[in-house]
């Protein structure tokens, strides 16, 4: 067991998408000693090259050179594939791995609900879900402000415990952390619940993070989405509390005061969001319910996104 965790950690890492996750968590990574290459997925026709990216908190910054190439021109992928893109885009991901006879770990490092369905659909063997508890934006083109709020869980969507602490063991480092989740759902749901909060009313408000923790008012709009959700996950079996919720909005709020969330740098340049698999999606498994619930909150706040951003890229 030992030896084959030690050897998983050896093993290339695959970052797809070299953007506000992916690009921070190659210069951890290898600055870790461990082997990564950042695949672009967008364009087929990136030679390989190496690039130096930068990440920086208020305590440190590391840089690394990172070896960047397309994907279409990986002839193959053994290691462990982080997918790291928006995920609108994993349909088509999911199809061009499977191309390439891929059998690696997919860790899929992406907000939502529902979003591993290609992969499933694909038939990829193991599959692990990360809840991400960072918050980044690029300052230049290969340099992001990256912090850490917490230790982000990983857990099984298919695959093994096995599996998984051995691609927590690869993924781990103390700067950028994380940890084997057992319940991964419940994480998963209360992340999409705290991502509804921030991806609708920030852009709405066209203002960063932090205006939670310094606005009670804005706040208590939170908390008016975080009890209408609760609602759907009491039906859902999910043992979820408006506190604890509250709780780690507030702590997200603080630990990234002055930073934009990412549906708001989206919209700024004139990017798709990811709306369609947080507010919206949650909606749509509300009306699946027996209950048939009705979010009329968190849809209407998603719909006024879904607007904002087709106005923002006319």
Excluded at 18 to 26: D, E, I
Excluded at 70 to 99: D, F, H, M, R
Excluded at 211 to 232: G, K, M, N, Y
Aim: aromatic fraction near 4%; hydrophobic fraction near 45%; proline fraction near 4%.
């Amino acid at each position: 067991m030992l030896y084959a965790r030690k050897m998983k950690s050896q093993a290339t890492i695959y970052i797809l998408g070299s953007g506000a996750v992916g690009s921070p968590l190659a210069v951890y990574l290898a600055n870790a000693g461990r082997t990564v290459i950042a695949v672009r997925t967008t364009t087929s026709d990136v030679p390989k090259s190496t690039k130096t990216i930068s990440a920086h908190n208020d305590s440190h910054q590391l840089s690394a050179p990172i070896e960047t190439i397309s994907l279409a021109q990986l002839p193959k992928l053994e290691g462990i594939i982080v997918i790291a893109t928006k995920s609108y885009a994993n349909k088509a991901i999911a199809l061009q791995l499977k191309e390439k006879a891929a059998t690696s770990p997919i860790v899929m490092m992406q907000n939502g609900l529902g979003v591993e369905k290609p992969f499933l659909e694909a038939q990829f063997a193991e599959v692990y879900r990360c809840v991400l508890y960072v918050t980044s934006q690029a300052s230049s083109e290969n340099h992001f402000l990256f912090r850490p709020v917490t230790s982000s869980p990983i857990g099984i969507i298919s695959g093994n415990q096995t599996g998984l602490q051995q691609c927590v063991d690869a993924l781990h480092t103390p700067k950028f952390p994380f940890r084997a989740e057992s319940n991964i759902q419940r994480e998963i749901w209360k992340k999409v619940i705290l991502n509804a909060v921030f991806n609708s009313i920030c852009p709405l408000l066209n203002i960063d993070n932090g205006v939670f923790a310094r606005d009670q008012a804005v706040a208590e709009l939170a908390r008016e989405l975080v009890l209408e959700c609760i609602t759907l996950t009491e039906k859902l079996g999910l043992d979820l509390q408006e506190t604890e919720v509250m709780e780690q909005i507030m702590l997200v709020s603080k630990r990234s005061n002055g930073q934009l969330i990412s549906t708001l740098q989206d919209i700024n340049l004139g990017r798709p969001t990811e709306i369609e698999s947080l507010n919206l999606e949650i909606a749509r498994v509300a009306l699946l319910t027996e209950a048939n619930l009705q979010l009329p909150k968190i849809e209407l706040l998603g719909k006024m996104i879904l607007a904002k951003s087709s106005q923002k890229s006319m």
